[in-house]
């Protein structure tokens, strides 16, 4: 069982397309995060979903767009991306987003690249 | 999130060396945890760390969370090819239970 299951692995897209990243985890959390990967910078969160509602957002900007169905699909809409946007963008899920249980459980990744 | 200082931020490591990496900060931490990241592969959380002096082993892996609550430790013990990739900690704050990350320190193999 892969317990948090991210698609696609890889995304090269236009500045001009809309694109979504999609997100399943199959353990049963409550809480469901986005976070953005750049080379020799630490993970920076960008979202977070607890209990399908949105608790966070770190001054993303609104090309970016989260959805959260329930609480085992999360989504990232795309569109009009910059070629900076392009990263590895990590899922996570974890029991809780606030609390004792927080330890994140990451996906592999969509690494995105925007030309 | 808080600053989080992780050191070293490069490796190398010879095949049967222990090696050791920590993550210090100014903010006091209720968790600690250590994630290793494979090339092209999302973080795998290798230890969880829940109380101040706790000293915890996964296999050939060995993480404390220290005393002050602002640091914690990881320890690879004679290391061998398959360890290499990028180690990242990560702590829990206290004031509001949000996670942050380090930045990363990145073993490579020495040849």
């Known amino acids: 069982e892969t317990g948090v299951t991210q698609t696609p692995r890889h995304l090269v897209m236009g500045m001009t397309n809309k694109k979504s990243l999609k997100c399943e985890q199959h353990l049963g959390h409550n809480a469901m995060y986005w976070y953005k990967q750049s080379a020799k910078k630490p993970l920076e969160l960008m979202f977070v979903y607890n209990f399908k509602e949105q608790t966070e957002n770190n001054s993303v900007p609104s090309r970016f767009s989260p959805e959260c169905p329930n609480s085992s699909h999360l989504f990232l809409h795309l569109h009009t991306l910059q070629p900076e946007d392009s990263a590895l963008y990590l899922c996570a899920s974890s029991q809780e987003s606030t609390g004792m249980n927080t330890e994140a459980f990451f996906g592999q990744g969509t690494r995105l690249t925007v030309v | 999130g808080q600053q989080l200082n992780q050191s070293p931020q490069s490796m190398f490591i010879q095949e049967g060396e222990d090696v050791s990496m920590n993550c210090t900060s100014s903010?006091?931490?209720?968790?600690w945890l250590w994630y290793k990241q494979d090339p092209g592969e999302g973080p795998v959380l290798l230890i969880a760390?829940?109380?101040?002096?706790e000293l915890t082993s996964n296999g050939r892996l060995t993480a404390q969370f220290g005393i002050t609550r602002k640091d914690s430790f990881l320890n690879i013990s004679a290391s061998i090819p398959s360890d290499v990739g990028i180690y990242f900690c990560a702590g829990q704050l206290s004031v509001d239970y949000k996670l942050s990350f380090g930045a990363g320190t990145t073993v490579t193999v020495r040849a």
């Open positions: 760390l829940y109380k101040a002096g």
């Open positions: 903010s006091i931490f209720n968790t």
